[in-house]
């Protein structure tokens, strides 16, 4: 799909303001409701704008741990990454999980209760035998950058 100013400017300002009202949307990028509202649709449908969602401050709701994973699989097949991807989908406290080029093969995002049900959700995987060779976790201290939009400008050459 080809983006033209708009197109971008709707989509820097929901990648903000993600509960805008689309007569608000309308006019921050200067178009009338329907215009707008038709280009917002064409991009939903073409997958540009994948969902809406809120962030939540987990720390008002209660104790919480955020633990990153440097994963690396005993097996480095086709097969082997489908078998640890597909497992990565049955556990709901890993909420994040990248495929990397280099030295470790994944990075897991876990948010959990505390230390001890990540560990019981480690053990859970290695008893599973879902590949898991060696792991490396780092709980996450303190938040200093995080849930930014994305530099729309810069990844598509304007900035």
Do not use: N
Not at 21 to 40: H, M, N
Not at 42 to 57: D, F, N, P, Q
Not at 132 to 138: D, G, N, R, S
Request: include cysteine.
């Amino acid at each position: 799909m080809r983006l033209d100013d708009r197109d971008l400017d709707i989509l820097k300002v929901l990648s903000v303001r993600g509960r805008i009202t689309k007569a608000e949307l309308a006019e921050e990028v200067g178009l009338s409701a329907s215009p707008c509202w038709e280009r917002l649709r064409k991009l939903e449908k073409a997958g540009v704008i994948e969902g809406y969602r809120a962030e939540i401050s987990l720390k008002k709701l209660g104790p919480y741990v955020r633990v990153f994973v440097a994963a690396e699989l005993a097996d480095h097949t086709a097969a082997a990454f489908r078998v640890f991807e597909d497992a990565v989908q049955g556990y709901e406290e890993i909420v994040g999980c990248w495929a990397l080029g280099g030295g470790f093969d994944y990075l897991l995002e876990i948010v959990t209760r505390d230390i001890d049900s990540y560990q019981r959700l480690i053990d859970a995987m290695l008893d599973a035998r879902v590949g898991l060779a060696k792991y490396f976790t780092y709980v996450v201290t303190k938040r200093v950058k995080g849930g930014m939009a994305p530099p729309l400008d810069i990844l598509l050459g304007d900035g």
